[in-house]
């Protein structure tokens, strides 16, 4: 919050998801994705969100909104490298 610091990342393995669903929207999700990850950029990436401050990017983030892209556990702990942290917290959650 000090840093006003916002971040996603995200990751979509396409096979696993066509394997659950043959007739997934791939393209759809991947632009969900992307759309996330916009949020937390802020300016033009952001979309309707591009004149929130961080604190309500990341409320808007983390409010649950589609049963395809559901945001997962929130980290909000204390780090000296948030960019850093992101990484590794999609590595150890996420892939």
Request: charged share 25%; hydrophobic share 45%; glycine share 10%.
């Amino acid at each position: 919050r000090a840093r006003s610091f916002v971040a996603a990342r995200t990751h979509l393995d396409e096979a696993k998801l066509t394997a659950l669903d043959p007739a997934a929207d791939v393209t759809g999700v991947r632009a969900a994705l992307h759309a996330v990850e916009g949020v937390c950029l802020g300016g033009d990436a952001a979309g309707q969100a591009a004149g929130d401050d961080a604190g309500r990017r990341f409320r808007w983030l983390i409010a649950p909104r589609s049963t395809v892209v559901q945001p997962g556990p929130v980290h909000t702990g204390l780090t000296a490298d948030p960019e850093a942290e992101v990484e590794r917290l999609l590595d150890l959650l996420v892939r």
